[in-house]
C-alpha cells in the first residue's frame, strides 16, 4: 500500500473526528485576508484523491488560483454570465442569482484568497460523481483543519468558458464541476436546520 502523504492531522483548536467534520462543516462566505500556504492546499489536495472513484478511474485534476486579479476579473466574468444566463427567466431562483450578483461590489468568491477548482479530465458516467465526492473529502478536510470552505456554483460557467481555459491553462477537454473556494474564517457561520431524512421505501426481512 502508498503512504498517503499530506495527510491531514487533528489541529488542537479543533481535535474533530469525521463525523465532528461532517456536523460542524459550514459554507463559509466571510473570510480574512490571510492566504493559506502551499502545505495546506497540497494537505486538502491529498485529501481529496482519497475520495471512491468508479473503476479507480481518478478522473479528476485540480487547479489553484490564489492571483487576487485573476480571482477578481474571473469573478467579473461570473457574475456577467449569470446576468445574461437570467435573461428572461422569471424564476425564483433566476432573480436571487441576478440580485446577487447585480452588485458591484459583490465579489462570487467572496474576497477568499484561494480557490480550488475540481476538473473531470473526460466524460464519463461516473466523472461528476467522482469529482463531488472528491470536493466533499476536500472541505471535509479543511473543516478539521480549522479552514472555511464553499462551493462557488456562480463560477462554473465563466471556468468553462474557452477563453478561461486558455488563460488558465486548462486542456479544452477537461469540464470543471466543482470551484471550492478555501480561506480562514472571519467568525462562526451558524447551523442552518436540516430536514430530517426521507425514507421512500425501507424493506425488512420478515
Given at each position: 500500500m502508498s503512504k498517503v502523504k499530506n495527510k491531514p492531522t487533528l489541529s488542537p483548536e479543533t481535535g474533530m473526528s469525521v463525523t465532528d467534520a461532517i456536523y460542524t462543516r459550514r459554507a463559509t462566505r466571510s473570510y480574512l485576508p490571510k492566504q493559506i500556504d502551499k502545505e495546506a492546499v497540497h494537505t486538502l489536495l491529498a485529501a481529496a484523491v482519497q475520495a471512491p472513484t468508479a473503476m479507480h478511474e481518478e478522473p479528476w485534476?485540480?487547479?489553484?488560483?490564489?492571483?487576487?486579479?485573476?480571482?477578481?476579473?474571473?469573478?467579473?466574468?461570473a457574475k456577467a454570465l449569470v446576468i445574461k444566463e437570467a435573461h428572461g427567466d422569471h424564476s425564483k431562483l433566476a432573480g436571487h442569482a441576478t440580485h446577487l450578483v447585480g452588485s458591484a461590489d459583490f465579489?462570487?468568491?467572496?474576497?477568499?484568497?484561494?480557490?480550488?477548482?475540481?476538473?473531470?479530465?473526460?466524460?464519463?458516467?461516473?466523472?461528476?460523481?467522482?469529482?463531488?465526492?472528491?470536493?466533499?473529502?476536500?472541505?471535509?478536510?479543511a473543516c478539521s483543519m480549522g479552514l472555511g470552505t464553499c462551493v462557488i456554483g456562480f463560477a462554473v460557467g465563466a471556468l468553462n468558458s474557452s477563453a478561461w481555459k486558455a488563460e488558465?491553462?486548462?486542456?479544452?477537454?477537461?469540464?470543471?464541476?466543482?470551484?471550492?473556494?478555501?480561506?480562514?474564517?472571519?467568525?462562526?457561520?451558524?447551523?442552518?436546520?436540516?430536514?430530517?431524512p426521507e425514507i421512500v421505501t425501507w424493506k425488512e426481512c420478515r
Open positions: 485534476a485540480f487547479a489553484v488560483i490564489q492571483d487576487k486579479d485573476i480571482l477578481k476579473r474571473l469573478s467579473d466574468t465579489n462570487v468568491f467572496y474576497d477568499a484568497g484561494t480557490l480550488i477548482v475540481i476538473y473531470g479530465k473526460h466524460m464519463g458516467p461516473f466523472v461528476v460523481a467522482d469529482c463531488w465526492l472528491a470536493a466533499e473529502n476536500l472541505m471535509l478536510a488558465l491553462g486548462i486542456p479544452a477537454e477537461m469540464t470543471a464541476y466543482a470551484p471550492i473556494i478555501v480561506g480562514v474564517p472571519s467568525g462562526v457561520t451558524p447551523p442552518v436546520p436540516r430536514k430530517e
